[in-house]
């Protein structure tokens, strides 16, 4: 399958300094645990945080540049770590067992390139079994009635597992921006319950980290960070020769900018798990707690794989499944119909052809007339014969219809040569013209190599005359039917206004610069603006099922059938960078009330 | 288009459901099916044979999950075999080595 990522073009979250800043390399850990780094092949220990000592009863130097077998106590641990742990493969599931120094730690292993990291936390003898905890969750999620009843479900039973004040399930719009879609609390701390929180909150590189690490754990905001002392230099750190990548690991530190947020609004412990779906973070459960809070290991285990029943429920109770199914039916109809009538018109023209014009056959040549009128009926608007005949628009029923179900757009148009017809409820004509000859200029390229198919649900951010016919067209899918004419189908999406009311002013930036780095916002009152300009996002499905469909209609109009290879581009001058417009609103509520509302999710 | 495809058979020992392609949440329907046949056969084992899958995601190991906890309401063992490197990785970070047997 051709890799259609770059069609994709919705309109991406407002961009930040400190969102790639490498925060997965910070040279130190949270000192709720111990992590030692050491060589894959050799076991050799190359790091170790300088808490060892006081958590371990052992000595940097006695630790670095030697097996960290040697710390194991027993006899029996050390032969397990020895025979499940190949360069290459951790063969037991997390957490091992290791005894040092007479205290019992529960190791978790993996794998960072050449590396293993070792993240060893103190044992909890009185924590519940994991077996029991797990069986509560997965009971739990196995069958419930709605998805209201899931998410409510989701929440109380991480909250009952981790013993946390509040868990929040918490979904993101196709800009990352959250909302609050479900909540468990004690009865008295508030509410978050529907508030949106902007996508400032959560740097791209953190929403990049959720994808690999399922957990952030921090117990404690007011435990000094660990620095790492190595066989190299520069302690591991990101601008050290050989930095430590922490991406996997609970242990790495938290930002300094994120520990004063999480002071200001009095949290002291705070834990998440990601939801992923399909390469991308839909959510989180976020849990708060208002004094330092240590969650076992197994534990978290156990919440980490509830999100995943999670995803997996949702995504079957949603129906997710059933509707690619039924838009891939709706495709295949599409495509047959219109490959069978060009047959057909094939066959009549030939027949119309060779008619010989005998007046005994009127009745038979008006037949052939009427046959060929109602083919070109289902035809012409995908596959024009003569594109000036083309109708200026088209109910939305039969092909027409299915042409829009497919995209689960609200209108869509068709271009052949500067002729338009319109379908449902698309914009002017003459909009969708001024909208078409951006195509190669401020809009990417739909001819040359490019993937032929492009969509923004916000096209008024890059075509400024698309914001008079937001109320049709908000956001747009175009894909070629010629990769060496001007021919395009176009699918419209209205705008969709949300009423939101934010965790503070989205508008602000959420980190300013201060003195000593980076200080978090410090205003969380409640911010009454809507979201504005923009249509549903388009995904992935979308764009398949329009480069699916571009495909047959190219492969068909081409004189052998066959789908004809793109020309290379010509050369152009560069274009110009479109402005791009803040997709917020521009007023705030006057008055917001005084709640005060707080940041989740942040690494 | 989805490329996943599954096929159930059987030995004396094992019910043996053999995958290739990509196994997500599009998918699940097509795995419940036959997932649910291997629950009703005879054999107590019930492998699941991922040496031709190149893909699993979060919302698979999810489902997974609860394959394994209807499995053990049927008395039945479920394992995972033949995993590629890249799958073996999301049934590490997924831990389902906790809950059932992989090899």
């Known amino acids: ?603 | 288009m989805s490329d996943f495809e599954i096929t159930l058979t059987a030995t004396d020992l094992a019910s043996i459901l053999a995958t290739k392609g990509t196994l997500d949440s599009k998918v699940s329907q097509v795995f419940k099916t036959k997932s649910d046949k291997a629950l009703e056969m005879e054999p107590k084992n019930i492998n699941v044979d991922f040496k031709n899958l190149a893909v699993l995601d979060s919302s698979a190991a999810g489902m997974l999950m609860f394959f394994n906890y209807a499995a053990k309401t049927k008395g039945k063992l479920i394992s995972i075999t033949n995993a590629s490197p890249a799958v073996q990785q999301v049934l590490n970070r997924a831990n389902l080595g906790k809950l059932l047997t992989i090899r």
């Not at chain 1, 997390?94 to 590396?115: C, L, Q, Y």
């Not at chain 1, 909890?124 to 009971?139: E, F, I, N, Q, V």
């Not at chain 1, 009952?160 to 918490?170: A, H, I, K, P, S």
């Open chain 1, 1 to 603: 399958m051709r890799n259609l990522t770059a069609a994709l073009r919705n309109q991406p979250p407002a961009e930040h300094d400190y969102d790639w800043a490498p925060i997965q390399m910070p040279g130190s850990i949270q000192p709720y645990g111990v992590l030692l780094v050491a060589d894959a092949q050799t076991r050799r220990v190359l790091f170790v945080s300088n808490n060892a000592a006081a958590m371990l009863g052992l000595k940097t130097a006695d630790i670095l540049d030697k097996s960290y077998l040697q710390l194991c106590g027993s006899d029996r641990e050390r032969r397990f770590l020895s025979e499940n742990i190949a360069a290459d493969t951790i063969l037991f599931p997390n957490p091992a067992r290791m005894t040092i120094d007479g205290k019992s730690f529960d190791a978790v292993f993996h794998a960072e390139g050449k590396w293993h990291l070792i993240q060893l936390e103190p044992t909890d003898p009185t924590a519940a079994s994991y077996d029991d905890l797990s069986l509560r969750a997965t009971t739990e999620l196995f069958d419930p009635p709605t998805v209201e009843e899931l998410n409510n479900r989701a929440v109380r039973m991480i909250r009952e597992v981790t013993g946390f004040d509040r868990v929040m399930l918490y979904r993101f719009d196709s800009r990352y921006n959250g909302q609050v879609i479900a909540e468990a609390g004690k009865p008295d701390i508030g509410s978050f319950l529907g508030l949106f929180f902007p996508s400032s909150d959560i740097g791209a590189r953190a929403r990049n980290l959720y994808l690999e690490n399922f957990t952030r754990y921090i117990p404690d905001i007011s435990g000094a960070p660990v620095s790492l002392s190595g066989i190299y230099p520069g302690g591991g750190h990101a601008d050290s020769a050989h930095p430590v990548d922490m991406s996997h690991a609970n242990l790495r530190s938290v930002v300094p900018c994120h520990v004063t947020y999480l002071q200001n609004i009095g949290v002291k412990a705070s834990m998440s798990f990601s939801i992923n779906v399909d390469d991308r973070l839909w959510g989180l459960f976020a849990c708060h707690h208002y004094e330092p809070k240590t969650v076992s290991y197994e534990k978290r285990v156990v919440c980490e794989q509830a999100a995943m029943m999670f995803i997996f429920r949702l995504a079957s109770m949603t129906s997710s499944a059933a509707r690619h199914a039924r838009r891939q039916e709706g495709l295949s109809r599409l495509t047959s119909s219109v490959t069978v009538g060009a047959a057909l018109r094939r066959r009549l023209a030939s027949l119309s052809q060779d008619w010989t014009g005998d007046p005994a056959s009127a009745t038979a040549e008006a037949l052939l007339a009427k046959a060929i009128e109602a083919v070109e009926a289902e035809t012409s608007l995908l596959l024009p014969a003569d594109p000036s005949q083309m109708p200026a628009s088209a109910p939305a029923s039969g092909n027409q219809k299915l042409l829009l179900d497919i995209a689960e757009a609200d209108s869509a148009a068709i271009i052949h040569h500067g002729h338009v017809t319109r379908i449902g409820d698309a914009p002017s004509a003459m909009a969708i013209y001024a909208i078409a000859s951006m195509f190669g200029r401020e809009l990417p390229d739909l001819q040359g190599t490019g993937p032929h198919v492009y969509a923004t649900d916000g096209l008024s951010a890059v075509v400024a005359a698309a914001d008079d016919i937001k109320d049709r067209a908000a956001g747009i899918m175009a894909a070629a039917l010629s990769l060496d004419a001007p021919s395009y189908i176009l699918w419209f999406r209205r705008e969709q206004i949300v009423h939101a009311t934010w965790a503070g002013n989205p508008a602000a930036d959420a980190m300013s610069a201060g003195a000593e780095g980076l200080n978090p916002r410090a205003s969380f009152e409640a911010w009454k603006q809507d979201i504005r300009n923009l249509s549903r996002p388009w995904d992935m499905e979308d764009v398949v099922v329009a480069d699916e469909l571009a495909t047959v209609l190219r492969a068909i109009a081409s004189p052998d059938g066959m789908v004809r290879p793109a020309k290379p581009p010509m050369p152009r001058p560069a274009a110009p960078v479109p402005p791009v417009r803040p997709a917020t609103p521009p007023a705030p509520a006057p008055n917001g009330s005084d709640r005060r509302v707080i940041r989740i999710g942040q690494r």
